[in-house]
C-alpha cells in the first residue's frame, strides 16, 4: 500500500510559474517509475511527463516540452514538477503515480498508485 500526496497548485496568471511536489508514504521503492498525468473536465487522463529511478529516461508531452520540468528524489520519495510560462490550456487536475515498471510507460494504465491531485487554474 503506497499513498501519493500532490500539492502546489493553486490559481496563476498565464505566463507563471508554480512548482508540485508529490510526497510518497507507505511501502514505496525507489526503483518505481514515477509520473505527472492531468485531467480537465470533460477530457481523458493524459501524460504530462514520466521520470524513470534513476531519471535516464524521461518523456515530456509535446505541449509542455520547453516549460515543464520533472525531477525526483529518491532519499526523499518525493518527484516534482517545476511548471513555467503556464498557460489557460493547461488548467487541469494534475496527478501524480508510480508505477513497478522502473521505466514507466505512457498511459494511465502503466501505473498502479495515484495521488488525489491538485487544481490547476491558469487565468487569461
Known amino acids: 500500500q503506497v499513498h501519493l500526496t500532490e500539492s502546489g497548485g493553486g490559481l496563476v496568471q498565464a505566463g507563471g510559474s508554480l512548482r508540485l511536489s508529490c510526497a510518497a508514504s507507505?511501502?514505496?521503492?525507489?526503483?518505481?517509475?514515477k509520473a505527472w498525468f492531468r485531467q480537465a473536465p470533460g477530457r481523458e487522463r493524459e501524460v504530462v511527463a514520466t521520470?524513470?529511478?534513476?531519471?535516464?529516461?524521461?518523456f515530456y508531452a509535446d505541449s509542455v516540452k520547453g516549460r515543464f520540468t520533472i525531477s525526483r528524489d529518491n532519499a526523499k520519495n518525493t518527484v516534482d514538477l517545476q511548471m513555467n510560462n503556464l498557460k489557460p490550456e493547461d488548467t487541469a487536475v494534475y496527478y501524480c503515480?508510480?508505477?513497478?515498471?522502473?521505466?514507466?510507460?505512457?498511459?494511465?494504465?502503466?501505473?498502479?498508485?495515484w495521488g488525489q491531485g491538485t487544481q490547476v487554474t491558469v487565468s487569461s
Open positions: 521520470i524513470s529511478w534513476n531519471e535516464v529516461n524521461i
Open positions: 507507505g511501502r514505496i521503492f525507489s526503483s518505481y517509475g
Open positions: 503515480a508510480a508505477a513497478f515498471n522502473a521505466v514507466p510507460g505512457l498511459e494511465w494504465a502503466d501505473y498502479d498508485y
